[in-house]
């Protein structure tokens, strides 16, 4: 694997200057292209952005006939989609003596309670254009930071020409099915700790394409810091991603998805802290290197996840390395191992546009009578950020979690989780309990 990672050294600022003018020359010619009646572009499925939302058409009923609330607008020039989302999330923790003392010699206090995790807005379309363009405006309330900031935001265009679309704009790197998928639509409250090295957001531009044939999927982008230097997401001034996998089984019901992911940047002012909380937004952070020197950083990780009937199982694994001399060229590493049954005898649904599961379907709502969707889920998960000269600690968990869909805006979320952390020369024990009221438009 060593010998891997030293082979895939590259200086991410060369890659992106050499990148970003032939990315730009290919937009232009894109846009310059005749349209042709390809397959994929007859789908019926127009995603909404990349993370696993689609766009309906617009509801034409006269709103006085209606009783539901309306969240589609046809404005002529382009359909309205407006979307929303509201979490809340109580915790609460219990540690033993190690534990205990490791919070006190970090000098961070484990507090528990109730704390709105986010609230956000959405606003996309098409517009009415022979190819298919669309179009997305994401911004979300950060309960953690009390902050907004700009989410997913950009233009959208559909070139089955070149087997798939672009999105130019702030978008998902596109690296790890955990990452790019909603926030709102994962098994679990929070994304796996082994992701947090990797930026949540970047603006640039981004190819996603799939081969029905063969069955292949692939996520390509280059991105740099120009509008979003300074945010909290913004750890890398220039960056190369790229997510490719095969689906040796994809039917309505049974699917398995296998990937493998890359990630190049340059770290903004050659210097990065990567650290991590244990997978509970209002908790302190548990492990962190610090601040370290390096110009470089190259991230390889692999996805493999199965899903038949109410059956799901997924893992996910990563390395992360950071050129660094003074720190011994540290190599970070962590992962997820996944398994998942739902109740109520749904199944996600899984959109090659982007290579990822969508949201949990719910054929029985509260409101028309029936219990909603119950599921159950199992995650291991752990990260270790000792490598090189650098100590910030390993940790790993293990968390069961209770989903009930009321109806597919309405989420409960209940769970257990228990994990160890190394650090200090100490192995403390954490037990969290958590639980979260999701609300989506």
């Known amino acids: 694997m060593k010998l891997i990672i030293e082979a895939l050294k590259i200086n991410s600022r060369c890659l992106l200057y050499r990148t970003l003018p032939l990315a730009c020359l290919l937009w232009c010619v894109i846009s310059m292209l005749p349209y042709y009646s390809f397959s994929q572009e007859k789908k019926k499925v127009i995603p909404d952005g990349t993370e696993g939302e689609v766009l309906e058409s617009p509801d034409t009923t006269p709103v006085k006939k209606k009783r539901k609330i309306r969240s589609n607008y046809d404005l002529g020039f382009t359909t309205l989609k407006i979307?929303?989302?509201?979490?809340?999330?109580?915790?609460?923790?219990?540690?033993?003596?190690?534990?205990?003392?490791?919070?006190?010699?970090?000098?961070?206090e484990l507090k528990g309670g109730f704390k709105v995790r986010d609230s956000r807005i959405a606003l996309s379309g098409k517009f009415k254009t022979k190819r298919t363009v669309t179009w997305k405006a994401g911004f979300m309330y950060d309960g953690v930071s009390n902050s907004w900031f700009v989410r997913e935001t950009g233009i959208m265009v559909a070139v089955p020409e070149l087997w798939g679309s672009f999105f130019v704009g702030r978008t998902k790197e596109g690296v790890s099915m955990s990452k790019v998928m909603n926030g709102y639509s994962g098994e679990f409250m929070e994304r796996h700790m082994s992701l947090d090295a990797i930026p949540l957001l970047a603006d640039g531009i981004k190819w996603l394409g799939f081969l029905p044939k063969q069955r292949i999927f692939w996520n390509l982008g280059v991105f740099t810091d120009w509008l979003s230097k300074g945010q909290s997401f913004s750890t890398h001034s220039s960056q190369f991603g790229a997510r490719i996998g095969w689906l040796p089984i994809h039917t309505t019901k049974e699917n398995l998805h296998i990937a493998a992911n890359i990630h190049l940047g340059h770290p903004q002012d050659d210097t990065i802290r990567v650290r991590s909380k244990p997978e509970a937004s209002a908790a302190p952070y548990f492990i962190d290197t610090g601040k370290f020197p390096t110009d470089h950083s190259t991230?390889?990780?692999w996805e493999i996840y199965y899903t038949s009937g109410p059956w799901m199982f997924g893992t996910e694994y990563r390395w992360d390395k950071f050129r660094s001399s003074q720190k011994d060229d540290p190599v970070f590493n962590g992962g997820e191992l996944v398994v998942g049954y739902t109740f109520t005898g749904e199944s996600r649904p899984y959109y090659t546009e982007s290579g990822i599961y969508g949201f949990a379907q719910v054929n029985r709502p509260v409101f028309k009578g029936g219990p909603g969707a119950w599921d159950i889920v199992l995650r291991f998960s752990s990260l270790d950020l000792d490598g090189g000269l650098i100590k910030g600690g390993k940790f790993w968990r293990l968390t069961p979690q209770v989903n009930w869909y009321a109806t597919k805006n309405i989420r409960l979320e209940f769970m257990y989780g228990y994990g160890i952390l190394d650090k200090f020369n100490m192995k403390g024990a954490t037990q969290f309990f958590q639980s979260r009221l999701q609300l989506t438009l």
Request: charged content about 25%; glycine content about 18%.
């Open 83 to 108: 979307g929303g989302g509201f979490l809340v999330d109580y915790s609460a923790y219990s540690q033993d003596k190690k534990g205990k003392d490791q919070m006190d010699s970090m000098n961070v």
């Open 299 to 301: 991230f390889l990780g």
